[in-house]
């Protein structure tokens, strides 16, 4: 008798067959559902939506340099025929994070704790070796085998990437967890790469050591690093011993570290939240650069990015979203709405906001979850279209009306002086004239005792440590 293969098996053998390739770091053969070509095409679909998202810290002399300092590494890795390229993120959440392809960003947080380009070009090389090693390839593809679900003709066709949906993978791509095995090589791959181009690959450990002195270093949506990056054991020792053997494999007797250029390079940089991108004070959402505010609902959640306003009852069951339309005219936006989500109008009416030309419509909208009431405000000002969506439930939509009116009749242009003249919080770089422990250092310069231990983990020191004559520190510049 013929065994009786299962489905499991029989796409074992098929993945066998059809999806192995040769790992470019290693050399071993390996499960790849992701051609090079497939991964390329992921990032280019991937890296708008990054862009979208996060946003870009505007600061081109600051892209210029990591670039630079980045793709010198790209070219002699395992994979010098991709295309590297690399972003800073507007975001004050410490991460750093590659997508396939070829695409590195580096959040304007990492920025700020990292104080040499030594530390710098580490955690740059170790991001390039999550894509020369093809970690988020593996991810991908270890999770489409887990579900099982794709069927056997979609795993081997032409078209696989759009069976899978592979260009819908976007901004979830940055939420993939590497495993500590992932991290080890990526770590010896930064150690490799930064060495070859003839930095000191021992002052990657200080970024780790300050990694693992903060608590909690997450701070909005994005993930921070060790959440994406899972911390491997003896991580310091192994790196150490990495560098040495490096060093003199490459006869590198006098290895760069660079710390006064680069903190020359990041003075000034923005540091934790943008108050001109929109900040929250009492119950009210501040935008000083578009020059508009509108209260938020006691007890609801507010998430600032900057392609969208999310705000989120305490209950999770009903939010808003407030964003920039793209149209003309709030009549030409909200049909874009209605055509684009398939929304069914229950009533429509033009109005005035404050002052603002308006339309406001209600709608119904099948989702998975079921049909839901929505409540949309499409407003004009200063030549753009400020949209809120306000969504919950059908059966519990009388009940939000009044929250979701609240927030949308309230928009208004900003006129406080006060708060149009918000300025963020920046690093600022400053010389010590004399040998002092760090703790003496900061206090010359006017740190409050509050804000110590912070200023210790970004300088990457201890309070106790001495620190040289004409050393140079960074310290935090008050914006508000």
């Avoid at 005219?329 to 055509?339: D, Y």
């Amino acid at each position: 008798m013929k065994p009786a293969y299962t489905l499991t098996a029989i796409m074992a053998m098929v993945l066998f067959l059809f999806s192995c390739a040769t790992n470019p770091v290693t050399g071993r053969t390996e499960l790849m559902l992701l051609s090079e070509q497939d991964e390329i095409a992921m990032g280019r679909s991937t890296d708008p939506q990054v862009v979208q998202t996060y946003g870009i810290y505007e600061n081109s002399n600051l892209g210029s340099y990591i670039g630079t300092l980045g793709r010198s590494m790209g070219t002699i890795s395992h994979r010098p025929q991709l295309t590297y390229e690399f972003k800073v993120m507007d975001s004050p959440v410490i991460n750093a994070f590659a997508v396939p392809g070829g695409y590195v960003y580096l959040t304007r947080g990492i920025l700020a704790y990292l104080n040499s380009e030594a530390e710098l070009a580490g955690v740059v090389g170790h991001e390039i070796g999550h894509i020369t090693a093809r970690h988020s390839a593996q991810q991908y593809s270890k999770a489409q085998v887990a579900q099982l679900g794709l069927g056997l003709g979609s795993l081997i066709s032409p078209t696989f990437a759009q069976v899978a949906g592979l260009a819908a993978q976007g901004v979830g791509m940055l939420f993939l967890k590497f495993s500590r095995d992932n991290e080890r090589e990526a770590d010896s791959l930064g150690v490799e790469y930064s060495s070859k181009v003839g930095y000191d690959a021992r002052e990657m450990t200080h970024f780790f050591n300050t990694l693992n002195s903060m608590e909690d270093s997450k701070q909005g949506s994005l993930p921070d690093f060790l959440s994406t990056h899972p911390n491997p054991e003896n991580r310091v020792g192994a790196i150490m011993a990495s560098a040495q053997q490096w060093q003199a494999k490459l006869s590198l007797t006098n290895p760069k570290i660079n710390r006064n250029t680069y903190l020359a390079k990041i003075d000034g940089i923005v540091f934790g939240e943008d108050p001109r991108q929109g900040f929250v004070e009492n119950s009210r959402f501040y935008h000083p650069a578009l020059k508009f505010m509108f209260p938020v609902p006691s007890g609801w959640k507010l998430e600032n990015l900057p392609a969208q306003v999310q705000i989120i009852s305490g209950d999770e069951q009903a939010a808003i979203l407030f964003n920039m339309g793209s149209e003309a005219t709030p009549g030409a936006e909200a049909r874009k709405f209605l055509k684009e989500s398939g929304a069914t109008v229950l009533s429509q009416k033009e109005t005035s906001v404050n002052g603002l030309k308006a339309l406001v419509l209600a709608s119904s909208l099948s989702s998975q979850s079921g049909v839901l009431g929505v409540l949309s405000y499409f407003i004009g000002k200063d030549s753009s279209i400020y949209v809120f969506h306000g969504f919950t439930a059908q059966d519990n939509f009388a009940a939000r009306q009044k929250d979701f009116q609240q927030t949308m009749n309230g928009f208004q242009t900003l006129r406080d002086a006060d708060k149009l003249a918000v300025q963020p919080d920046r690093i600022r770089v400053k010389t010590i004239s004399r040998r002092m422990t760090l703790r003496q250092a900061l206090k010359e310069l006017g740190t409050p005792e509050a804000d110590l231990k912070k200023l210790s983990q970004i300088n990457g020191k201890a309070l106790t440590d001495e620190v040289p004559a004409n050393s140079q520190l960074k310290v935090i510049a008050k914006g508000r």
